[in-house]
């Protein structure tokens, strides 16, 4: 008889209450998680995106000043450089022999030397084919 009143007492036992608050965190994590993804996914995809230049801080005019910087095609197109900001700052101006830097276009092995008012730290290129950040060392 034991057996019986054990078994009616877990065949009366009312069904679990839905749990709401739950299914709703679940998917507010998971959109969050969707959210910071594609946000982590263009980084990199702007990252990759970074123009085939390179850039040598050299001495302009045999000075020792770090004031001129060579700048490279090294991709597999034409390039065309919109504009160089140096050093974050918009006082140090840059400019070629025969006149302002940008716009400049650069065939795929050309070098272009590029002159400044400020001794170049940080050169930051926009092109047309993305933009791109450089650091020289002192």
Do not use: H
Not at 56 to 77: C, E, H
Not at 99 to 116: I, W
Not at 126 to 132: A, E, H, R
């Amino acid at each position: 008889m034991i057996d019986q009143v054990t078994q009616a007492s877990i065949t009366n036992t009312p069904p679990p209450l839905p749990q709401k608050k739950k299914k709703f965190w679940r998917g507010f994590q998971i959109t969050v998680g969707i959210i910071f993804g594609g946000i982590l996914l263009l980084k990199v995809v702007a990252g990759l995106a970074s123009p085939d230049l390179e850039l040598m801080r050299t001495d302009a005019f045999l000075r020792s000043d770090g004031k001129a910087l060579q700048v490279t095609n090294v991709g597999r197109s034409t390039i065309t450089i919109n504009d160089i900001t140096v050093n974050d700052r918009s006082d140090c101006s840059v400019s070629t022999l025969s006149g302002p830097a940008s716009p400049m276009t650069l065939k795929v092995g050309d070098k272009k030397m590029l002159f400044s008012s400020c001794q170049i730290i940080r050169a930051n290129v926009k092109t047309d084919q993305g933009s791109g950040s450089y650091s020289f060392s002192r």
